[in-house]
């Protein structure tokens, strides 16, 4: 959602780094967003965690829901998501690559 948010703010022709350093600074921020950020800004995406493996986990965690007729659907979309950065060629960046997606 944070990729998105920075795609929306640019298209707007807005400077996102502000707006996601005061959003970073509410209660309901996670302090995933606050190491996130900086790459996602910064256009640096090197992979710790890359795109393919998201993709993978998120395939996975499909495959359990639908074994134990969980219902999942937030998680669904963002595993479509990045399978669909995966099959546009960011699968070796790293998670927050995703923002690429959206720019």
């Known amino acids: 959602m944070v990729g998105e948010l920075i795609g929306l703010i640019r298209k707007a022709g807005f400077d996102p780094a502000p707006i996601v350093a005061a959003y970073a600074e509410t209660p309901v921020a996670s302090p995933a967003l606050k190491l996130a950020a900086p790459a996602m800004l910064g256009d640096a995406f090197p992979a710790a965690f890359p795109i393919d493996l998201v993709a993978k986990d998120f395939a996975m965690l499909a495959h359990s829901a639908a074994a134990a007729g969980a219902a999942m659907p937030a998680a669904a979309e963002v595993g479509r998501s ?12 790293n998670a927050t690559g995703i923002v690429k997606r959206y720019a």
């Open 82 to 93: 990045y399978a669909a950065a995966r099959d546009e060629g960011l699968g070796d960046l």
